[in-house]
């Protein structure tokens, strides 16, 4: 039973080392892109964009927990400006998206879930005109720690959260085409 014992502990201790020098060697952050194309002037997807109060209307990372309640603080587009919302842990869980600047249009934010467990990202969603029409492109930066950085060799980042990420622009264009969401004052939604 020793020699069973020893023989255990080697091959967990060579294991750890084996998946600490795989995590040594692996990047430790991870950018995701999505890009959708909208029927409508730039401006008008920024006044849905860039005022984190109308995430919780489009944003599908919020839209699956019908128990979520949310706060909006500060001015409405502007840098320090928050969308708190706090619901079912199995579903959107709790957190804070946090725009930290905006240039033009292009909102510059932070997203952090708070429960379940803790994760901070940042990114930036940009609107531009195009031939009459918007091209709209959001970012997602997440840096992971050594030895937390493993993780993405288990997870697939890009296809669960850029998943994420294609649906609430999905409902976006949807909303935004359909006249669901704001428009900027002196606009004519198309």
């Known amino acids: 039973m020793t ?6 502990v080697m ?9 600490l020098a795989i995590a ?14 909208i029927q409508s002037p ?3 997807v920024f006044a849905a964009v860039g005022n984190l109060s109308q995430w919780s209307r489009w944003c599908a ?19 320090g400006s928050t969308l708190t919302w706090v619901g079912d842990d199995s579903k959107t869980g709790s957190g804070v998206i946090g725009n ?7 909102l510059h934010y932070t997203f952090t879930v ?27 930066h997440k840096h992971f720690d050594f030895p937390a950085n493993f993780a993405l060799l288990i997870v697939d980042f890009d296809k ?10 999905a409902q976006l264009k949807q909303m935004q085409e359909s006249g669901q969401l704001p428009v900027t004052s002196g606009s004519t939604h198309d």
């Open 24 to 37: 040594w060697f692996q990047p430790q952050d991870i950018t995701i892109r999505r890009t959708a194309v």
């Open 3 to 8: 020699k069973f014992l020893r023989t255990a």
């Open 114 to 140: 708070t429960r379940p467990g803790e994760m901070c990202a940042d990114g930036t969603i940009n609107t531009r005109d195009s031939a009459g029409q918007s091209i709209v492109t959001w970012m997602f």
């Open 11 to 19: 091959v967990i201790l060579i294991g750890g080392i084996t998946l």
């Open 61 to 79: 990372m919020l839209g699956t927990d019908s128990s979520v309640r949310f706060t909006h603080a500060g001015t409405e587009g502007a840098a």
């Open 100 to 106: 930290t600047g905006v240039e033009g249009t292009t």
């Open 42 to 44: 730039s401006t008008n």
């Open 160 to 169: 669960y959260i850029g998943g994420d990420m294609a649906t609430s622009l």
